[in-house]
T-cell receptor, first 113, second 109 residues
Framework: KAGVTQTPRYLIKTRGQQVTLSCSPISGHRSVSWYQQTPGQGLQFLFE???????NKGNFPGRFSGRQFSNSRSEMNVSTLELGDSALYLCASGVGRDTDTQYFGPGTRLTVL | DQQVKQNSPSLSVQEGRISILNCDYTNSMFDYFLWYKKYPAEGPTFLISISSIKDKNEDGRFTVFLNKSAKHLSLHIVPSQPGDSAVYFCAATGNQFYFGTGTSLTVIP
């Protein structure tokens, strides 16, 4: 089975721009979660989508948004980029049960200049 | 508010010895716990998990222990190998996944 894929792997943007990241989950997985990883901060939860609906949301500003399509693929959008948005953005998929194991993609490294 | 904490940012161990990574959590409603391993420039890889109804789960060289009364989780790696050098994250699930800040393990040959 193919793993979680994320595109693009690397991205450089400037302040004020917007960016869209894409995630394709493992086949059969209906849950997709997004995380931001910055040095010393661990993995900060952004949001989770399940069957095209946002099921949970972390404490991030409204500039961060996402969506999930009927094939479970998900996109994350960040508008009006700030320098502090530079991070590794990770996507994880799971079947969507309460006691679930999430499987991560390789991440998208976003650099904001 | 960090609900899952890994208080040791780094750990160094000699090859062949035991590595013990620790994790504490605050929410007694968490019912499933996981450990992930992460190499630089890669996404975390699932390592081992434990349900709250158990106090130990073993998989080869990796054993996870859960002490619910102390709200404490630990990962034991025996024997440690240089390839185990990575950042280890513990995670707990409630309505979402909560991750610790990670412990960087270095296994010295």
């Amino acid at each position: 089975k193919a793993g979680v894929t994320q595109t693009p792997r690397y991205l450089i943007k400037t302040r004020g721009q917007q960016v869209t990241l894409s995630c394709s989950p493992i086949s059969g997985h209906r849950s997709v979660s997004w995380y931001q990883q910055t040095p010393g901060q661990g993995l900060q939860f952004l949001f989770e989508y399940f069957s095209e609906t946002q099921r949970n949301k972390g404490n991030f500003p409204g500039r961060f948004s996402g969506r999930q399509f009927s094939n479970s693929r998900s996109e994350m959008n960040v508008s009006t980029l700030e320098l502090g948005d530079s991070a590794l953005y990770l996507c994880a998929s799971g079947v969507g049960r309460d006691t679930d194991t999430q499987y991560f993609g390789p991440g998208t490294r976003l650099t904001v200049l | 508010d960090q609900q899952v904490k890994q208080n040791s940012p780094s750990l160094s161990v000699q090859e062949g010895r035991i590595s013990i990574l620790n994790c504490d959590y605050t929410n007694s409603m968490f019912d499933y716990f996981l450990w992930y391993k992460k190499y630089p420039a890669e996404g975390p890889t699932f390592l081992i998990s434990i349900s709250s109804i158990k106090d130990k789960n073993e998989d080869g060289r990796f054993t996870v222990f859960l002490n619910k009364s102390a709200k404490h989780l630990s990962l034991h790696i025996v024997p440690s190998q240089p390839g185990d050098s990575a950042v280890y994250f513990c995670a707990a699930t409630g309505n979402q996944f909560y991750f610790g800040t990670g412990t960087s393990l270095t296994v010295i040959p």
